[in-house]
């Protein structure tokens, strides 16, 4: 394909189970000129993310473990504009539209014809190179915030108000709070929450998701030891409701 232009230096992560299609991927990729890694699963895909830190991702939807979804929701969680192109065997509307809302840039339905894909792969590295020559209004940044009861929380001053009161948000809070928010009204069992809002990489007890909710309680709650907002659901975790 001669319209594609090389751009040697950019990395793609392709996080994808099936052998077979993730090599040939591979193949035409390092064709035009990129370096690619093939992560196999959804935690293989999360740490090579952090350790190898690509400039774009393209991400199957079926994937041993966690899926695509949760990957991209953990993604985003940390990062907004890394480019994600969606692979799926489903062609749901359902699916496009969940993916959508969650920050996917662009959708592939399988099977997908290759030179479109390379399209879209070099349309994406473009697009998001052109977006990071603006830097992202001060404004933007300090508006984002989330309100819930006589509670704020400002996540680009890592800051919240409480009943009144400032409290100083640790990164670890930060996180786990827009994980909550983004799942509100969904009950998330501790081990969702800590491979979501922890990752993989530390050895950490579900123990550790306990002592955060007992924190949020004390901040957020009117009485901590009757939850309005992080409750627990009994056998499965914690659903934050609001
Ligand atoms: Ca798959």
Known sequence: MSAVEHKPSKRILVVEDEHHIAEGLRLNLQLQGYEVLIAETGTAGLSAWKQWEPDLIVLDIMLPGIDGISVLKSIRLEDERLPVLILSAKNSAEDRVKGLVLGVDDYLSKPFNLDEFLL??????????????????????????????????????SLAVCKGEQVTLTEQEIRLLRLF???????????????????????????????????????FEDDPKNPVYFKSRRSVGYVFDH
Do not use: H
Request: avoid cysteine; aromatic fraction near 12%; hydrophobic fraction near 35%.
């Open 181 to 219: 928010i983004a799942n509100r009204g969904r009950a998330l069992s501790r081990g969702e929450i800590l491979e979501l809002a922890w990752g993989f990489s530390k050895s950490l007890t579900t123990r550790t998701v306990d002592n955060f909710v007992v924190r949020f309680r004390k901040y």
């Open 120 to 157: 879209r792969v070099e349309r994406l590295l473009k697009r998001n190179s052109w977006v990071k020559e603006e830097s992202k209004p001060e404004v933007e940044r300090l508006t984002d915030s989330y309100v819930f009861g006589d509670n704020k929380i400002e996540f680009g001053k």
